[in-house]
């Protein structure tokens, strides 16, 4: 009955489609609000449509009942959004670490509203978030990406029951990694901002007279502006790896 209805060929597009549309749906810069719903749904089916005829040999028959199809289809989706969330949460690394440059320069109160975070942001974070998607797309990131959605079906084959256990204690290793590296790319000021504390404090001491906040603030952004524009290069090296080593184990290159 279901084969009347559903072609095979429409079937394995369909297949695919949900996997592969769900993972584009939480991609950086692809599943961004600021794209439009029409365009990401657009590049998720021509990008269903390419890689279908690849994917056959793996593809799982066409079930009998409407039951079983249902059940295929949130396997698959469970899956493509799980791969997509993977690469939000490492995204969310450039907002611990915006909002740590923020605090130690003095700019924790000028939030503004973040895009690629979907949230209010500090500046330091939105200018992180942006540089950071411009380097993915400049590097040809998007394409090991791509190409972790696709090789997935080797790792996950459709039918098979999706291996929770494996997915949390992933998840759980991820948003620790990019808890990680936000506190690594935020340590420079950390420091700087500690140093800069402690000489502010010594100085209010040592000449009570002094309006020490009046005098510190502007220090304190001038110097923060500094350390982001010699940082940025080595804390973008640095996230670029982190990044892909989180996409490198689901490709087969």
Do not use: C
């Not at 500090?122 to 394409?143: D, E, P, R, Y």
Request: glycine share 10%.
């Amino acid at each position: 009955m279901l084969q009347e209805v559903l072609p095979a060929s429409l079937f394995a597009v369909l297949l695919v489609f949900v996997r592969v549309g769900a993972a584009m749906m939480q991609m950086p810069g692809i599943g961004d609000p600021y794209v439009s719903p029409r365009a990401r749904l657009l590049f998720a089916l021509l990008l269903a449509l390419a890689v279908t005829p690849v994917l056959s040999p793996v593809l799982p028959g066409q079930p009998e009942s409407v039951a079983v199809l249902f059940v295929l289809l949130a396997g698959e989706l469970f899956i493509g959004f799980f791969l997509g969330a993977l690469a939000k949460v490492m995204m969310s690394a450039l907002v611990v670490a915006g909002m740590v440059m923020a605090y130690m320069s003095a700019l924790a109160n000028a939030l503004v509203n973040d895009p690629a975070a979907q949230q209010q942001g500090s500046i330091a974070g939105s200018f992180l978030n942006v540089t950071a998607l411009v380097l993915i797309f400049a590097l040809n990131l998007h394409h090991l990406l791509i190409g972790a959605v696709v090789d997935s079906y080797a790792i996950f084959p459709p039918g098979d029951l999706p291996p929770v256990g494996d997915f949390s204690q992933l998840m759980t290793d991820t948003v620790a990694r990019a808890f990680l590296v936000g506190i690594q790319l935020g340590a420079p000021f950390m420091v700087v901002g500690l140093v800069l504390y402690l000489g502010m404090g010594l100085l209010g001491r040592l000449m009570p007279q002094v309006q020490i906040f009046f005098v510190g603030m502007p220090l304190q952004i001038a110097l923060g502006i500094s350390l982001l524009m010699v940082s940025l290069p080595v804390a973008m090296a640095w996230f670029m790896g982190a990044f892909e080593d989180t996409f490198i184990p689901f490709t087969s290159g």
